[in-house]
């Protein structure tokens, strides 16, 4: 197999983008002042970016997976996080296993 001149560079320029852009952010935010507004809205966006992810797979997927992910809910209220991952993977594939995914 080979690969063009051409699509290599094309790889290359967009791997070196990407990286610009998640080190641009990093040198950036050091001139910023975080409070207030700013602060929040950082300190809550993990579990809005982890939201975004499961919430299409566990509405869209099937039945074990709204389940599972309802479990999961509960026992975040309760459990550590590492244990609420294994509540999770334990659930999803017992409810996958039984509706014989």
């Known amino acids: 197999m080979t690969i063009s001149t051409a ?13 610009l852009t998640r080190i641009g952010g990093v040198l950036l935010i050091q001139y910023v002042p975080i409070r207030g507004r700013l602060a929040t809205a950082l ?13 299409p797979i566990a509405l869209a997927t099937g039945w074990p997976e709204t389940i599972a992910a309802a479990i999961v809910l509960v026992a975040a209220i309760k ?4 244990l609420v991952v ?13 509706a014989g995914i």
């Open 7 to 19: 699509a290599l560079a094309a790889i290359l320029l967009m791997a070196i983008a990407t990286y």
């Open 43 to 55: 300190e809550a966006m993990p579990g809005a970016i982890l939201i975004a992810v499961i919430a």
């Open 79 to 82: 459990l550590h996080t590492a």
């Open 86 to 98: 294994l509540v999770g993977m334990a659930s999803a594939g017992l409810l996958r296993a039984l």
